[in-house]
């Protein structure tokens, strides 16, 4: 059963902007606290921003900050990351994340985002 799939992905130039999406099933939507992760070549995973369901908090990673923004859409059920003045450095697989423990903890399949002129 597939409960998370992204989209958005793709080439951009250094300074362009891209929106990835995560639409989650309503089961996990309504319930789980998101995330968007993202694995460049040779690296661990890195959390890049979080959005809690009840109260809409929301936390970005420093090395994002002023550039991403996560926000959901309830009636659409997704989740987004508007991602501005995209860098090299940002070239990465994303990934959508909904965690609650460990034994609850469900995974996109991921989308590749390349920034390159």
């Known amino acids: 059963q597939v409960e998370l799939v992204e989209s958005g992905g793709g080439l951009v130039q250094p300074g362009g902007s891209l929106r990835l999406s995560c639409a989650g099933s309503?089961?996990?939507?309504?319930?789980?606290?998101m995330h968007w992760y993202r694995q460049a070549p040779g690296e661990q995973r890195r959390l890049v921003a979080a959005i809690v369901n009840v109260s809409d908090f929301t936390n970005v990673a420093d090395s994002v900050k002023g550039r991403f923004t996560i926000s959901r859409d309830n009636a659409k059920m997704t989740v987004y990351l508007q991602m501005n003045s995209l860098k090299p450095e940002d070239t990465a697989v994303y990934y959508c994340?909904?965690?609650?423990?460990?034994?609850?903890?469900?995974w996109g399949q991921g989308t590749q985002v390349t920034v390159s002129s």
């Open positions: 994340n909904a965690y609650r423990n460990r034994a609850e903890d469900y």
């Open positions: 309503p089961r996990i939507f309504r319930t789980y606290p």
